[in-house]
């Protein structure tokens, strides 16, 4: 199983980036996917998720509003769109897969493969 990540530059504040994450190994809808990020210094947290089954989405409170999290099927790729990025927003964000059960959708326990990370760098 590969996912590799892509998409991640610097910017300025208020700008727009989208990362692409790409599988290989494994079929995205038959997985939950989701998008982490870990800024220096801090410990890693979950950013978007969305669901194998029904497609359902959570969002963190930092981001919502500003991201979204989709997938394409048919490229088997995940995207995470990310408007009017703030300074904050800087970090590296990682795809990663899980098969766990709707309601475990953002434990980060549950997934157990993980893409090398993308940076994300977001100036003021």
């Known amino acids: 199983v590969q996912l590799q990540a892509s998409g991640g530059g610097l910017v300025q504040a208020g700008d727009s980036l989208r990362l692409s994450c790409d599988a290989s190994g494994l079929t995205i809808r038959n997985y939950n996917m989701a998008w982490f990020r870990q800024a220096p210094g801090k410990e890693r947290e979950i950013v978007a998720a969305?669901?194998?089954?029904?497609?359902?989405?959570r969002y963190s409170d930092s981001v919502k509003g500003r991201f979204a999290i989709s997938r394409d099927n048919a490229k088997n790729t995940v995207y995470l769109q990310m408007n009017s990025l703030k300074p904050e927003d800087t970090a590296v964000y990682y795809c990663?897969?899980?098969?766990?059960?709707?309601?475990?959708?953002?434990?980060?326990?549950?997934?157990?493969?993980w893409g090398q990370g993308t940076l994300v760098t977001v100036s003021s």
């Open positions: 990663a897969a899980s098969r766990a059960i709707l309601s475990a959708l953002v434990q980060e326990s549950t997934y157990n493969y």
């Open positions: 969305v669901s194998r089954s029904s497609g359902s989405t």
